[in-house]
RNA sequence: UGCGGGGUGGAGCAGUUGGUAGCUCGUUGGGCUCAUAACCCAAAGGUCGUCAGUUCGAGUCUGGCCCCCGCUACCA
């Protein structure tokens, strides 16, 4: 492949209904921060683009469960993201967001020109419409009666009651949400992308990286997951998506006669980071569709792998049919960060925060950058824990780096006052392989970087200070300087280009410290062609102080950041759930609630969850499947009496016929216990 | 369940086209003292999830099975 005049890449558009935590950053911002930290060093016209994805339905629910409005969430998510990533320094030239005017327009010009050249489908159905709001109503909208378990409480997606998926027509005496009046049926239209007449060449684009009969890029330089995942994808036949929504919130529909209709979200929120270059070049003087248009320009999109088939075949449909557009180059979506042995879970706030980390952590972004760099799921899902964070923080960063540069200091300023000495005689060959080494390492990291592989890149940049620290160890300076001065002045003055080198090597990845090491160095940073042309820092060049790089992490910060979590599951369990709404004893007395004893039990097959129970009701003997396989083995239910609701209607699970359902108590973290009698139990004793 | 990814010394990970199993951390022993109790050297530790197959030879290819993760389905 040849070298891209110019490079564009993006970070997948955070959420804004929730704060930022470290799988978010090891996930798809702080790779794609090092990769073009690194195309900068080298000189390279990148743009670094992203903003906060500010439309969708859950941010309009969130609101209308938080009494505020869409626009009130998302400002507050916005600024506390964008924040965040600033002190963090990811090094965005444009973080902007899809609620703008801008990206309005930008969404707007690209589904209308997909619409006048016929890119979509147009579907016509029956939909309810609220004729008080005004409006049709998304599914999440309207809740009924459910034809299944008779609950009112169905929406009309699902019914949370049975688990059932629905379709709104299906709702008994169906109501809006919004305004409680009876919604009627409506025709209306939705835009489709029939991504089924796209299935050829974007096998070909994913499969041999082939587009438009030319080689696109190389397949064997995406990974194996993300390939994986997009040909399962395509294999399994793709099917058309709406690419139209009704909701208010959202960007309009730039058709005629679309009233009350949005562009749905995951369109959207991609044509943002077309939109948000024009932002940028707008504001620098630049055009953005040299970024976009342009086949010298090369498409990176750094996500997580939970929006692998967004970015590798949707959007690239999109981009294609509107003609204009280049595809991505490549898409090198990392996996998943657990935390301390459980997956990190915005809704049960096992997270480490991104900004509560600034709080707590003032001044040490490195520190962090460095263990996420470190164990970033690159090819399948890591762990972060406190105390490897410690570990890696103490262990390499400070003793390995830190103390080398300190080393080198110490020895400067005593043995030539700080200022760098006549350099002559013939290097050893101790010098000369450090040399080789450091070259070698600083070498390796670009080439990492380039094929996306950074926590190898970050290990060959910690190979100069290795070097580094070697050399002074063979070599012996403190007793060198008594016998030859003159190998000692060069031997530190090798060690002192390293130190600088490393600071180059090291910048994409420990922006913060790399900078106060140049700046106790006293020189001007070194861009990366500038190390690999070997620049040395001259005779008579004075350095100055080195402040300490690396505080070592205590076990008492480790302790406390564990301390926080614990803390917020003991939270997590304390909530529970509101009481529901009134209902009369009639409706309770309806309820045919008994104790049954369970003669057999087996796992249903083929099911992770499902146990087959054949229970005594006192009155007959049946089945009932049972949702409970995860926390009880058949051996341990069988013989046991439990609580069970007898008279509800039976319902076919996996092919098996289910009559009634035993009744758990479950715990905030999803753990079902049985229920039983205090006292001795009989079978098909009743429950008032 | 279907699909995808993964299972390598105590921990975290590399292993390109098949040919003596590597790295970082940790552990043990030694060296050094300029340095943030840091640094350097050495050693111990793995039959590469499992079974079978292809091959002169497999962590690396083929097939079956087990386990973990993601999306997906079933928790009335």
């Given at each position: 492949?040849?070298?891209?005049?110019?490079?564009?890449?993006?970070?997948?558009?955070?959420?804004?209904?929730?704060?930022?935590?470290?799988?978010?950053?090891?996930?798809?911002?702080?790779?794609?921060?090092?990769?073009?930290?690194?195309?900068?060093?080298?000189?390279?016209?990148?743009?670094?683009?992203?903003?906060?994805?500010?439309?969708?339905?859950?941010?309009?629910?969130?609101?209308?469960?938080?009494?505020?409005?869409?626009?009130?969430?998302?400002?507050?998510?916005?600024?506390?993201?964008?924040?965040?990533?600033?002190?963090?320094?990811?090094?965005?030239?444009?973080?902007?967001?899809?609620?703008?005017?801008?990206?309005?327009?930008?969404?707007?010009?690209?589904?209308?020109?997909?619409?006048?050249?016929?890119?979509?489908?147009?579907?016509?159905?029956?939909?309810?419409?609220?004729?008080?709001?005004?409006?049709?109503?998304?599914?999440?909208?309207?809740?009924?009666?459910?034809?299944?378990?008779?609950?009112?409480?169905?929406?009309?997606?699902?019914?949370?009651?049975?688990?059932?998926?629905?379709?709104?027509?299906?709702?008994?005496?169906?109501?809006?949400?919004?305004?409680?009046?009876?919604?009627?049926?409506?025709?209306?239209?939705?835009?489709?992308?029939?991504?089924?007449?796209?299935?050829?060449?974007?096998?070909?684009?994913?499969?041999?990286?082939?587009?438009?009969?030319?080689?696109?890029?190389?397949?064997?330089?995406?990974?194996?997951?993300?390939?994986?995942?997009?040909?399962?994808?395509?294999?399994?036949?793709?099917?058309?998506?709406?690419?139209?929504?009704?909701?208010?919130?959202?960007?309009?529909?730039?058709?005629?006669?679309?009233?009350?209709?949005?562009?749905?979200?995951?369109?959207?929120?991609?044509?943002?980071?077309?939109?948000?270059?024009?932002?940028?070049?707008?504001?620098?003087?630049?055009?953005?569709?040299?970024?976009?248009?342009?086949?010298?320009?090369?498409?990176?999109?750094?996500?997580?792998?939970?929006?692998?088939?967004?970015?590798?075949?949707?959007?690239?449909?999109?981009?294609?049919?509107?003609?204009?557009?280049?595809?991505?180059?490549?898409?090198?979506?990392?996996?998943?960060?657990?935390?301390?042995?459980?997956?990190?879970?915005?809704?049960?706030?096992?997270?480490?925060?991104?900004?509560?980390?600034?709080?707590?952590?003032?001044?040490?972004?490195d520190e962090?950058r460095y263990v996420?760099c470190s164990i970033?799921?690159?090819?399948?899902?890591?762990?972060?824990?406190?105390?490897d964070f410690r570990d890696r923080v103490n262990n390499e960063l400070a003793d390995i780096l830190g103390n080398y540069?300190?080393?080198?200091?110490?020895?400067?300023?005593?043995?030539?006052?700080?200022?760098?000495?006549?350099?002559?005689?013939?290097?050893?060959?101790?010098?000369?392989?450090?040399?080789?080494?450091?070259?070698?390492?600083?070498?390796?990291?670009?080439?990492?970087?380039?094929?996306?592989?950074?926590r190898?890149?970050l290990s060959e940049a910690m190979n100069i200070a290795r070097?580094?620290n070697?050399?002074?160890?063979?070599?012996?300076?403190?007793?060198?300087?008594?016998?030859?001065?003159?190998?000692?002045?060069?031997?530190?003055?090798?060690?002192?280009?390293?130190?600088?080198?490393a600071?180059?090597?090291l910048?994409?990845f420990l922006?913060?410290t790399?900078?106060?090491?140049?700046?106790?160095?006293?020189?001007?940073?070194?861009?990366?062609?500038?190390?690999?042309?070997?620049?040395?820092?001259?005779?008579?060049?004075?350095?100055?102080?080195?402040?300490?790089l690396f505080?070592k992490i205590?076990?008492?910060?480790?302790?406390?950041?564990?301390?926080?979590?614990?803390?917020?599951?003991?939270?997590?369990?304390?909530?529970?759930?509101?009481?529901?709404?009134?209902?009369?004893?009639?409706?309770?007395?309806?309820?045919?609630?008994?104790?049954?004893?369970?003669?057999?039990?087996?796992?249903?097959?083929?099911?992770?969850?499902?146990?087959?129970?054949?229970?005594?009701?006192?009155?007959?003997?049946?089945?009932?499947?049972?949702?409970?396989?995860?926390?009880?083995?058949?051996?341990?239910?069988?013989?046991?009496?439990?609580?069970?609701?007898?008279?509800?209607?039976?319902?076919?699970?996996?092919?098996?016929?289910?009559?009634?359902?035993?009744?758990?108590?479950?715990?905030?973290?999803?753990?079902?216990?049985?229920?039983?009698?205090?006292?001795?139990?009989?079978?098909?004793?009743?429950?008032?």
């Amino acid at each position: 492949m040849s070298e891209p005049k110019r490079y564009l890449v993006t970070s997948a558009l955070p959420y804004a209904n929730g704060p930022l935590h470290i799988g978010h950053i090891g996930g798809a911002y702080l790779n794609a921060d090092i990769y073009v930290r690194y195309l900068r060093s080298k000189g390279k016209d990148v743009a670094f683009i992203c903003g906060s994805d500010e439309h969708g339905a859950a941010i309009t629910l969130r609101a209308k469960k938080e009494g505020k409005t869409p626009r009130e969430i998302v400002d507050y998510y916005h600024e506390l993201m964008k924040n965040a990533f600033a002190d963090f320094g990811i090094s965005f030239d444009e973080y902007h967001r899809t609620s703008s005017d801008e990206h309005r327009e930008m969404s707007q010009a690209v589904f209308k020109k997909l619409e006048e050249k016929g890119s979509f489908e147009v579907e016509t159905s029956q939909q309810y419409y609220d004729e008080e709001a005004k409006q049709f109503l998304a599914d999440r909208y309207i809740t009924g009666t459910c034809p299944n378990c008779s609950s009112d409480k169905a929406y009309g997606d699902q019914c949370e009651k049975c688990g059932r998926s629905l379709s709104p027509l299906e709702l008994i005496d169906p109501k809006s949400t919004l305004s409680g009046s009876k919604p009627v049926l409506k025709e209306t239209s939705h835009w489709y992308l029939p991504m089924a007449h796209h299935e050829s060449w974007i096998r070909d684009y994913i499969g041999k990286g082939e587009y438009q009969g030319k080689t696109h890029h190389d397949p064997k330089e995406w990974k194996a997951h993300v390939v994986g995942q997009c040909m399962s994808w395509v294999d399994g036949g793709l099917q058309s998506r709406a690419m139209t929504r009704d909701l208010e919130w959202g960007v309009p529909v730039p058709v005629a006669g679309a009233d009350g209709k949005v562009l749905y979200v995951w369109l959207d929120a991609p044509i943002g980071y077309i939109t948000n270059t024009k932002v940028w070049a707008d504001k620098n003087g630049k055009n953005w569709e040299d970024y976009w248009k342009s086949d010298e320009s090369r498409l990176i999109h750094f996500i997580g792998k939970d929006n692998i088939v967004f970015h590798c075949i949707i959007f690239p449909i999109i981009l294609k049919e509107h003609g204009d557009f280049i595809l991505p180059y490549n898409v090198p979506a990392n996996e998943f960060m657990n935390l301390e042995g459980d997956k990190i879970s915005t809704s049960r706030n096992w997270a480490v925060w991104l900004h509560e980390y600034l709080e707590d952590f003032k001044g040490r972004q490195d520190e962090m950058r460095y263990v996420l760099c470190s164990i970033m799921p690159e090819q399948k899902d890591s762990e972060f824990t406190w105390t490897d964070f410690r570990d890696r923080v103490n262990n390499e960063l400070a003793d390995i780096l830190g103390n080398y540069v300190n080393r080198v200091f110490v020895l400067m300023h005593k043995y030539y006052g700080g200022t760098v000495p006549e350099i002559n005689g013939t290097p050893s060959e101790a010098e000369q392989s450090a040399a080789t080494e450091s070259r070698r390492a600083y070498e390796s990291v670009g080439k990492a970087i380039e094929q996306f592989k950074f926590r190898e890149a970050l290990s060959e940049a910690m190979n100069i200070a290795r070097a580094g620290n070697k050399l002074l160890t063979e070599t012996e300076p403190w007793k060198l300087m008594k016998t030859d001065p003159q190998a000692t002045a060069r031997i530190l003055h090798a060690c002192l280009n390293m130190v600088a080198d490393a600071a180059a090597a090291l910048s994409p990845f420990l922006p913060f410290t790399s900078g106060k090491i140049v700046e106790a160095l006293q020189i001007k940073a070194r861009t990366w062609d500038e190390v690999t042309m070997n620049e040395q820092i001259a005779t008579g060049h004075t350095i100055g102080q080195l402040p300490i790089l690396f505080e070592k992490i205590t076990d008492e910060t480790v302790a406390a950041q564990v301390e926080k979590l614990a803390q917020r599951q003991a939270e997590n369990t304390a909530t529970v759930e509101p009481i529901k709404d009134t209902i009369d004893f009639e409706t309770f007395q309806k309820l045919d609630l008994r104790v049954v004893k369970v003669l057999a039990a087996e796992a249903v097959p083929k099911t992770k969850k499902l146990l087959k129970l054949t229970i005594d009701t006192g009155v007959d003997k049946r089945t009932v499947v049972s949702g409970i396989a995860e926390h009880y083995s058949p051996e341990d239910v069988v013989g046991k009496h439990v609580l069970f609701l007898a008279n509800l209607a039976p319902r076919a699970i996996k092919g098996v016929e289910s009559a009634g359902m035993i009744l758990m108590a479950e715990n905030p973290q999803g753990q079902l216990s049985i229920l039983s009698t205090e006292r001795e139990a009989i079978t098909g004793s009743t429950v008032k």
